[in-house]
């Protein structure tokens, strides 16, 4: 015979756990759940795009009436337990009705907390937490005009946004000055603050709710300074009390919530609790990632695996108010021991802060640029050491994609560890498992076989990335991709009205094109600015909305200190090269000289007061920069090739030296890096290159689009030349169509794998003519490129350089 298990609350965090539990072990019990609200289990986090319109109520219904019909679950609704016997282990409903238990889940949830003021039971003053809610805020707002929201957290906020688009005149009264302040700094709180006044609600801070005025109904609200606000509805979102209200009273040990172990028992060894109800570890959680975790480990010892273990929960949370965009994970405020990398660009209404600790996240803080949360997210849980590109840390996960994987696609960079849905505790490998055995194409399917983004939805973006990433482009994915959030404009199409319509300045693009904010922002700034200097070299460059590091004109390292790398054509030096940078070592106690990967010497260690005076020097004694910062032309990497090599068909070094000659200086959509072998042996690794020539016996091989770096690609085969001229003309013709066609960021390998590899062949293969009006394109832009920045920089151009762009503190 089956054994009894019986549920009190059928809320999310205990559904969940009869899900897990009928996953591993459907036939051990006969279920009863007991839910005192009328309706089968609803998705409570979406309670507020519901009170917004945006949402219907069956929207939001996680599992229906007759889900629990078909797994032979008797549900009784709108049933409380008041007692338990557990002498006789049975629980008790209002009606006085016993029903038995061999095991008891209890999953009350908590209850909302009301300020106990005078008027608080007043008519019209009501919590914001269930069904009967949302519909009572609806009703008043078909009658009434004036909504007050006491609490400016996640909830108030929600509430309040809602009421408001619902057409109430809103106030939200909070007791602190800043607003979401267990989540946001103050910086961040100030932004939200405002695009919330933007929207038409109204705040009042610092303000103490001393009583609620009203006869039979509310009518306004008093504060402690005296002052009165009308009210025709008082929402109260000021925090949630775990429900232990019946645990208390049959004597299940509680402190605040009900107490637990790691496998969700209470001391009961009969009973268990998930979800709000429970206290562990000391803790109390009140979002559903950690509660869904707790409901599978709890199944589990329902089931008697007994292995798993709940060890507590790390959270991040979202506001789910359509077009403000803000993530928060960890110990955002931080402490004497601990550093703030900041980003903060208020024109563009964008705010970073990753609070850091001996160079791992400790928290995290973003506001109206979410898109890395996720990442920011792993690399605090796990613990990451992120000193390796700590520089670029605030310009997101794509930005260390320096090392070849595409820009546009942040979910595909990610590893298969990342959380992807917090709700669900989903990790993108369980997506991209799902879609490719089970053969998913829709967002909707992989709702359903993961529940991914089902809950909250703040992850949908991330998961249709993954999905686009997996199964390609699909029909629920616009094709349309703005540019950033300044512009409703794609990359290509931006790139078109600069030239179609003569754009030649960055305001003249925004401009022209309704740029949604004044100045832009650190993603579209950079881009404008390199689609100009691409479409009208000489004509325009704004070194101030370039990144740091080609600001600078060298990299930052992670001491502070610049590397300093000058050009060796092809790789060759002489013993007077040598002798000039033993001597700028020597001169300005450079700490260490190194051969780099490309065959140049890089310097590192260089003051930043320094930097003007060794690029003199360097200058002086013939060198140019190396722009090994650059998004452009790094280095050619060559091997000794037919001169001495005994296996060198072709003079390698002399054809690496021209290709270096011809390309150096232009700027590009990333970085570039070519390389030239003197055989098929291919020394100098020219298949991992972006342009990589390998020498036959009867001329030269191109090959396109590799890279090495985190995500290794070789290249593809382009077409075999005779001439060193010929290689010359490929190569121009094949870097200007990448300059031209390519977007931001976006390296040759993803490029070619967006556009496919027969469009380039029709370019620069099939099209002779096409072919040599890249060529020339190119190479009449070198004309303006080629001037030494550090040669300008020497005579004093840019001396402002290191002033930022944005503060970055
Ligand atoms: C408006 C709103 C927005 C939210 N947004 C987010 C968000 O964005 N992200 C996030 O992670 N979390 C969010 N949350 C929190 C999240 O909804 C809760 O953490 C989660 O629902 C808690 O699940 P639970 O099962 O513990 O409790 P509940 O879902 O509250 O379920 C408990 C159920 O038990 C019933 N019950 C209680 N006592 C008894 C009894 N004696 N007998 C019978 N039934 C009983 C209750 O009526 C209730 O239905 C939000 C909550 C609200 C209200
Ligand atoms: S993400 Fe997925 S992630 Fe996020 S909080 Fe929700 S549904 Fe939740
Ligand atoms: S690639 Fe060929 S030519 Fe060049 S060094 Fe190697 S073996 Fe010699």
């Known amino acids: 015979m089956k054994e009894k298990l019986v549920m009190v609350g059928n809320g999310m965090a205990g559904v969940r756990a009869i899900e897990e539990l009928l996953k591993i072990a459907p036939d051990k019990y006969d279920i009863t759940v007991f839910g005192s609200e009328p309706y089968a289990n609803y998705n409570r986090i979406l309670l507020s795009p519901v009170l917004t319109g945006e949402m219907a109520l069956e929207d939001i219904m996680l599992n229906d009436v007759d889900w629990y019909k078909d797994n032979g679950i008797d549900l009784r609704l709108n049933k409380k337990i008041v007692d338990i016997d557990r002498r006789a282990r049975q629980v008790i409903d209002e009606a006085g009705e016993h029903t038995p238990y061999d095991r008891l889940l209890m999953a009350t949830g908590s209850n909302p907390f009301i300020i106990p003021v005078p008027g608080h039971e007043l008519e019209g003053v009501i919590a914001y937490r269930d069904i009967a809610d949302v519909n009572y805020m609806l009703d008043s707002a078909k009658e009434y005009k004036n909504a007050v929201v006491v609490g400016g957290g996640l909830l108030g906020l929600e509430a309040a946004n809602g009421l408001k688009e619902r057409g109430m005149q809103v106030t939200v009264v909070h007791l602190l ?71 208390k009273k049959v004597g299940i040990h509680c402190e605040r919530g009900i107490v637990v172990n790691d496998t969700m028992q209470t001391y009961d060894p009969r009973i268990y609790a998930v979800g709000e109800c429970l206290q562990h570890r000391g803790e109390t959680y009140g979002l559903v990632a950690p509660l869904f975790e707790q409901a599978k480990v709890c199944a589990n010892h329902l089931a008697h695996l007994g292995h798993a273990r709940y060890e507590g929960s790390t959270t991040s ?36 802060k990753v609070v850091l600790k001996d160079n791992k996240i400790l928290g995290a803080v973003l506001y109206g640029d979410t898109v890395d949360g996720a990442w920011y997210f792993d690399l605090m849980r796990n613990g990451t050491d992120i000193s390796d590109f700590r520089e670029s840390l605030l310009f997101g996960q794509t930005h260390i994609g320096e090392a070849g994987h595409g820009a546009t696609n942040a979910a595909a960079a990610l590893p298969d560890t990342a959380e992807i849905c917090g709700c669900n505790g989903i990790v993108k490998g369980d997506i991209v498992n799902a879609i490719r055995e089970k053969g998913l194409f829709t967002l909707d399917d992989v709702r359903a076989h993961t529940k991914a983004s089902s809950s909250c939805g703040s992850c949908t973006g991330l998961v249709e990335q993954i999905l686009a990433s997996v199964v390609g482009d699909y029909s ?29 300045t960055i305001p003249d693009i925004m401009q022209s094109m309704e740029w949604n904010t004044a100045n832009g922002c650190a993603s579209c700034r950079p881009a404008l600015n390199y689609y100009l200097v691409c479409a009208w070299p000489g004509e325009w460059d704004d070194y101030q909305s370039r990144f740091i590091n080609e600001r600078a004109h060298a990299n930052i390292q992670k001491d502070g200190t610049y590397s300093v790398i000058p050009r060796m054509w092809g790789g060759m030096t002489n013993p007077a090269e040598l002798r000039a940078i033993a001597d700028v070592a020597d001169k300005y106690n450079i700490p260490a000289v190194k051969v780099t990967g490309g065959q140049r ?44 090599c005994r296996f060198g068909t072709q003079d390698s070094t002399t054809m690496g030296i021209k290709l270096e000659k011809m390309t150096w200086g232009a700027w590009a959509p990333h970085k570039i890096k070519l390389a030239v072998s003197g055989c098929p042996r291919n020394c100098a690794e020219a298949t991992i290159k972006d342009f990589g020539v390998v020498a036959v016996d009867s001329g030269w091989e191109l090959h396109v689009g590799g890279n090495g770096g985190i995500k290794v690609r070789a290249t593809d085969f382009l077409c075999k030349v005779e001439t060193e001229a010929e290689v010359l003309e490929y190569c121009a013709a094949f870097l200007q169509l990448y300059r031209e066609e390519a977007h931001y960021l976006e390296r040759t390998a993803p490029w070619i794998e967006r556009v496919g590899l027969s469009r380039i062949k029709e370019y620069i293969v099939d099209d002779e003519g096409g072919r040599k009006a890249l060529a020339q394109r190119f190479l009449d832009s070198q004309k303006h490129m080629q001037d030494d920045p550090w040669k300008q920089r020497a005579e004093g151009a840019h001396k402002n350089e290191f002033e930022p762009l944005t503060e970055i503190a």
């Open 476 to 504: 629920e994915t616009p094709k349309k991709k703005a540019m950033c959030k300044c512009t409703e404009f794609t990359h290509d199409e931006v790139r078109k009205a600069i030239i179609t319509n003569t754009l030649k």
């Open 177 to 247: 000055d800043t607003l979401m302040e267990r989540q946001l700094d103050a910086s961040s709180a100030a932004l939200l603050q405002s695009s919330l006044q933007d929207r038409g609600l109204n705040f009042l801070m610092n303000a103490q709710t001393e009583s609620i005025m009203g006869g039979e109904r509310v009518e306004g609200v008093r504060f402690a300074d005296g002052s009165e606000i009308a009210a025709d509805i008082v929402v109260m979102a000021v925090g949630i009390r775990p429900n232990i209200e019946l645990a």
């Open 317 to 352: 949370t979202k506001l789910k108010v359509t077009g403000i965009d803000l993530f928060s994970a960890g110990d955002f405020t931080g402490d004497e021991s601990t550093e703030d990398i900041i980003f903060q660009d208020p024109t563009a209404g964008v705010y970073k």
């Open 601 to 644: 010497i890089d310097l590192l260690g260089v003051k930043k007061e320094d930097l003007p005076k060794v690029w003199g020097d360097l200058s002086r004694a013939g060198f140019v920069s190396g722009h090994a910062y650059a998004k452009g032309l790094r280095t050619v990497k060559t091997c000794v090739g037919k001169e001495w």
